[in-house]
C-alpha cells in the first residue's frame, strides 16, 4: 500500500528555523515526484514545489521561490520541506503528495503537518 | 504562469446534479484532475485525465473538458458530497503544477 507520513504539528516563534518531512512507502521512492501543498486557514490549495528524489531536481511555484526549500534524501525514502526564518503567514497545513509522471494528478496524499507561528 | 478559475460556491438539493467549471485559456488542451476536500480532511482525488475515475469513486462523478472549460459533474448529490472541489492541471510551459480557488459544494 502506498502510505506518505508526515511529521507531526509544529509551534514556532518568527524568525524560527524549520523542517518538516514526509516519509514515502509501499512504492519505489525515487522513481515518483513529491509535491508540496499549502493550504491556509479557511483557504485553497496552493502548489509550492516538486521535487524529484532520483537526482533531487526541483521546480518552485514562483509565489514560493526563495522563500523555503525542497529537499529528499532517497536512503530514508523522505522528502522535506524547510524554512530558514518562519513568519506568522507562514501559518498553515502542509500537506505532500506524489505524482506519477509530471501531467498525472496528486493521487496519494500525506496526512499534512500543521504549522503555527506566532509570537 | 498559467491561471485557473472557479467558483467559490455552488449550492445544491440532494438528488440534484451539481456542475463545477473549472476555466482557463485553452484549458481543453491540457489535463485536468480533480479534488475532493471534506472538512478537516486531506484532498482525495475523484477524477483524473479530465473524465477517468479512480478506483471508488462513484459512478456519479464525472468530467469533461472542452475549450476554455472543465466541468466536474456530480449527479443524484447527497449530503456526503459536501466538499471543497479543486480543479488542477499541469502548465507544461512553466512545468508548474496549478491549482484553482476551489469550490464549495453546499447540500442543502
Known amino acids: 500500500e502506498v502510505q506518505l507520513v508526515q511529521s507531526g504539528a509544529e509551534m514556532k516563534k518568527p524568525g524560527e528555523s524549520l523542517k518538516v518531512s514526509c516519509k514515502g512507502s509501499?512504492?519505489?521512492?525515487?522513481?515518483?515526484?513529491i509535491a508540496w501543498v499549502r493550504q491556509m486557514p479557511g483557504k485553497g490549495l496552493e502548489w509550492m514545489g516538486i521535487?524529484?528524489?532520483?537526482?533531487?531536481?526541483?521546480t518552485y511555484s514562483p509565489s514560493f521561490q526563495g522563500q523555503v526549500t525542497i529537499s529528499a534524501d532517497k536512503s530514508l525514502n523522505t522528502a522535506y520541506l524547510q524554512w530558514d526564518s518562519l513568519r506568522a503567514s507562514d501559518t498553515a497545513m502542509y500537506y505532500c503528495a506524489i505524482q506519477y509522471r509530471r501531467s498525472d494528478a496528486f493521487e496519494n496524499w500525506g496526512q499534512g503537518t500543521l504549522v503555527s507561528v506566532s509570537s | 504562469s498559467y491561471v485557473v478559475l472557479q467558483p467559490p460556491a455552488v449550492s445544491m438539493a440532494p438528488g440534484e446534479t451539481a456542475r463545477i467549471s473549472c476555466g482557463g485559456d485553452?484549458?481543453?488542451?491540457?489535463?485536468v484532475h480533480w479534488y475532493q476536500q471534506r472538512s478537516g480532511q486531506a484532498p482525495v482525488l475523484v477524477i483524473t485525465?479530465?473524465?477517468d475515475r479512480p478506483s471508488g469513486i462513484p459512478e456519479r462523478f464525472s468530467g469533461s473538458n472542452s475549450g476554455n472549460t472543465a466541468t466536474l459533474t456530480i449527479s443524484r448529490v447527497e449530503a456526503g458530497d459536501e466538499a471543497d472541489y479543486y480543479c488542477?492541471?499541469?502548465?507544461?510551459?512553466?512545468?508548474?503544477?496549478?491549482f484553482g480557488g476551489g469550490t464549495k459544494l453546499t447540500v442543502l
Open positions: 485525465y479530465d473524465t
Open positions: 521535487i524529484y528524489p532520483a537526482d533531487s531536481e526541483t
Open positions: 509501499g512504492y519505489i521512492f525515487s522513481n515518483y515526484w
Open positions: 488542477q492541471v499541469w502548465d507544461s510551459e512553466s512545468d508548474h503544477r496549478v
Open positions: 485553452d484549458i481543453g488542451t491540457k489535463s
